[in-house]
């Protein structure tokens, strides 16, 4: 039972950063439209084609989808922290303190996850 919930718990933490990138990606996207929305927005004020209430809606809408990307980054952080958690992160330095000796010389690192 507990080797089924560990599993689960590695299943689920992996499930929720591969959600994560998939929305991390669509913020990227939807911020490097509205940088650009923004540019359009300063050029076509510079040129005299429109007001600058243009220009602010441009920015109010694009500085709350920059807020939202640097959470979406934060979130991917913290789940690739519950990933190496749910893996049993830190198992190894535990047992060598119990134990009381140093790392065993075939002991590695993990890869990065992204």
Excluded: C, H
Aim: aromatic share 8%.
């Amino acid at each position: 039972m507990a080797i089924r919930n560990a599993f689960a718990d590695v299943d689920n933490a992996l499930v929720a950063n591969q959600k994560l990138q998939e929305q991390l990606a669509a913020q990227q996207r939807l911020v490097v439209a509205l940088t650009e929305y923004a540019r359009l927005a300063r050029l076509q004020y510079d040129g005299g084609y429109t007001g600058y209430s243009t220009v602010l809606q441009a920015e109010q809408t694009l500085f709350p989808a920059e807020l939202n990307l640097a959470s979406l980054r934060a979130s991917l952080f913290a789940s690739a922290v519950n990933i190496y958690k749910a893996m049993g992160g830190g198992w190894v330095n535990e047992a060598d303190k119990l134990s009381g000796g140093g790392p065993p010389a075939t002991a590695q690192r993990l890869p990065p996850l992204f």
